[in-house]
């Protein structure tokens, strides 16, 4: 089993900044992508960035250039650095590992982004 934990979640004014991290544990062999995930409510979860155990990096369209993904899968560690944020933003994020195939999940962090 993979075990996530996410921190770095909060209240944030439009403009802001916030810094989300994900560590690792468990049984770490064997995963090849990580990222992060978010879900407001009435929305489906979707995807916010990964990045995979040779560092390529992927972006949803309506984050490219605010946010970025970084951290080291052999570290045990990634980190969302969410910057220029926008009340359309606010959702649970959850880290997110593929290892095998298989999705592990954290148990997600609220970002709220309110004046």
């Known amino acids: 089993q993979v075990q996530l934990v996410e921190s770095g979640g909060g209240l944030v004014q439009p403009g802001g900044s916030l810094r989300l991290s994900c560590a690792v544990s468990?049984?770490?062999?064997?995963?090849?992508?990580m990222g992060w995930f978010r879900q407001a409510p009435g929305k489906q979860r979707e995807l916010v960035a990964r990045i995979s155990s040779d560092s390529f990096t992927d972006y949803a369209d309506s984050v490219k250039g605010r946010f970025t993904i970084s951290g080291n899968i052999a570290r045990y560690t990634v980190f969302l650095q969410m910057n220029s944020l926008k009340p359309e933003d606010t959702a649970i994020y959850y880290c997110?590992?593929?290892?095998?195939?298989?999705?592990?999940w954290g148990q997600g962090t609220q970002v709220t982004v309110s004046s």
């Open positions: 997110n590992a593929v290892r095998w195939g298989s999705n592990f």
């Open positions: 468990g049984s770490i062999f064997g995963i090849n992508s």
